[in-house]
């Protein structure tokens, strides 16, 4: 992967923003799920990696208002900035062996 090498930091930021907004995402729902159900919190880390059938009912059950009306968790974003941030570091690697 060839990319200006001005543009990798961008890249890095730019994921580690996406993964910082999608754990703030999950925060918010989540928090309100715990606060709501009981569910205990260690049960909803994995939630944060992929939406399973315990994680959409928790979802489902929590009647509580959300900041911003969130309801739903989508671990995509998560996954999205995981992805720019590996694309970054292997474009930063490969600028670095060139030189």
Known sequence: MSLPPRLVPALEILGAALVAVAVAWWAVVYGQVIASTGMAPHRTVACLLRTSDLCS?????????????????????????????????????AARGRE
């Open 57 to 93: 009912l928790a979802m489902s059950l929590c009647s509580e208002w959300h900041i911003l009306g969130i309801r739903r968790y989508s671990a995509e974003l998560l996954w999205s900035g995981a992805a720019v941030i590996a694309a970054a570091l292997l474009a930063g690697s």
